[in-house]
């Protein structure tokens, strides 16, 4: 079943919570890196939690230009729907 961007983006900020404290607010603006504290361990760990949740594979190299929520969100929408 493929996503829309908004479940997308709800099950990413749920993954996202791990790495965060309770009081921490996730907003599609939200830097991965700078505001989360997302070291490339994490953000491995991230990747292979996405790819389970969305039964996707996210090449390495397209990361490189990830650094938003909004930015990871929507590669996981382009991944999902080059899928169909």
């Known amino acids: ?6 479940d ?3 099950k ?6 791990q790495f965060t404290g309770p009081d ?3 907003t599609p603006q939200t830097d991965l890196i700078n505001q989360l504290a997302i070291d490339s361990v994490k953000l491995l760990n991230l ?8 039964d996707i594979s996210v ?5 490189a230009d ?4 909004h930015e990871l969100a929507n590669l996981i929408h382009q991944i999902e729907s080059a899928k169909k």
């Open 8 to 10: 997308i983006l709800q």
């Open 12 to 17: 990413l900020c749920h993954h996202l919570r």
């Open 47 to 54: 990747i292979m939690e996405i790819e389970d949740e969305f």
């Open 59 to 63: 090449p390495i190299n397209a990361l």
């Open 66 to 69: 990830v650094q938003t929520v």
């Open 1 to 6: 079943m493929s996503n829309d961007y908004s």
């Open 24 to 26: 921490v607010e996730i």
